[in-house]
């Protein structure tokens, strides 16, 4: 299978091109240089709308579509995160709809970011879109333009709400949920990290290699099981800050704990309190899908990593 990747100089998008690379054809396209592996096409690209064209000229099989600013940068630059988060994807996809002959599998990464507040105590599958963020707003139309461009044949696609993936390998970025990776990362390294909000904060995680694994799956399934309900939300685990502490404390120990510095972020608390919490993925987890747990089962995953 020839599968096109965008996005795939980031985290996610690594590790997935490594996975698949032994047993696919890889067509690899991010805004910085993609990393490189045997027989794979490299395309180093701003992915606008003027992009498009470009990046489907070899037809590929299938499309993994994890490319978009981050949900910090999102709200803090509105432009650039339409831009991005949006157009870009909808030039994509009207690029497709224009190919004779040409309707490709299409996996678009979304998010939790899609539902708002207020919330019931776990989100089922069926809750309805309010999201509180341009992020989540920008990932919202996305998966409607998904599920339309698939009910009118011009594309086979899904869209994977992603879990917060934690702990993420490198150094921070500028998403907002980032400092759920830092108060486990960077102490594991025996560095300081900051923590913008109170300890009661709960969220959703899957690790990593969970992500990976979502992706993979989605490659392999049969989406008439999707029926008309084209977004489906991920697996993972609900765990609170203090819950993440105590698993960090168990690995590493009070020193590592020490390392963690309260420091708090009115901007940060603000979005992360629009973002659910906790989920019933019944839908997913029918359709096959896997994740972590335990939030020491996250922390096992990433120190196998590193």
């Known amino acids: 299978m020839h599968i096109l990747i965008l996005g795939a100089a980031g985290m996610i998008g690594r590790k997935l091109a490594a996975a698949l690379a032994p047993d696919h054809t890889l067509t690899l396209a991010d805004v910085v240089p993609p990393p490189a592996f045997a027989g794979a096409t490299l395309l180093t690209l701003d992915l606008t709308a003027a992009a498009a064209q470009t990046l489907i000229a070899g037809r590929p099989d299938a499309i993994i579509h994890l490319a978009a600013i981050v949900s910090g940068e999102a709200e803090a630059?509105?432009?650039?995160?339409?831009?991005?988060?949006?157009?870009?994807?909808?030039?994509?996809?009207?690029?497709?709809?224009?190919?004779?002959?040409y309707a490709p599998k299409v996996i678009f990464a979304s998010s939790i970011?899609?539902?708002?507040?207020?919330?019931?105590?776990?989100i089922p599958d069926d809750f309805f879109l309010t999201p509180r963020t341009s992020y989540g707003t920008q990932k919202a139309i996305t998966e409607l333009l998904i599920s339309d461009?698939?009910?009118?044949?011009?594309i086979d696609g899904m869209s994977i709400r992603l879990p917060t993936i934690c702990v993420r390998p490198g150094l921070p970025n500028k998403a907002a949920s980032g400092?759920?990776?830092?108060?486990?990362?960077?102490?594991?390294?025996?560095?300081?990290?900051?923590?913008?909000v109170v300890?009661?904060?709960?969220?959703?995680?899957?690790?990593?290699?969970?992500?990976?694994?979502?992706f993979q799956?989605?490659?392999?399934?049969?989406?008439?099981?999707?029926?008309?309900?084209?977004?489906?939300?991920m697996p993972g685990l609900s765990a609170t800050v203090a819950e993440q502490i105590e698993a960090l404390r168990r690995v590493a120990g009070q020193k590592a704990v020490d390392l963690i510095t309260r420091q708090p972020d009115e901007t940060i608390a603000k979005i992360v309190a629009t973002w659910p919490s906790d989920f019933e993925t019944t839908r997913a987890t029918a359709l096959g899908f896997k994740a972590e747990t335990s939030f020491d089962d996250i922390i096992a995953a990433h120190l196998k990593e590193v």
Do not use: C, M, Q
């Open 149 to 154: 461009y698939s009910r009118r044949g011009f």
């Open 77 to 101: 630059d509105f432009e650039k995160g339409y831009a991005t988060n949006l157009d870009s994807t909808r030039a994509l996809l009207e690029a497709i709809r224009h190919t004779p002959g």
């Open 113 to 122: 970011a899609v539902f708002g507040a207020p919330f019931p105590a776990k």
């Open 217 to 233: 799956h989605a490659l392999t399934l049969d989406t008439s099981l999707l029926g008309d309900r084209r977004a489906v939300s």
């Open 179 to 196: 400092f759920f990776s830092n108060i486990i990362r960077e102490p594991l390294a025996g560095k300081p990290a900051i923590l913008p």
């Open 199 to 214: 300890d009661t904060t709960r969220h959703w995680f899957a690790s990593p290699a969970s992500a990976v694994g979502f």
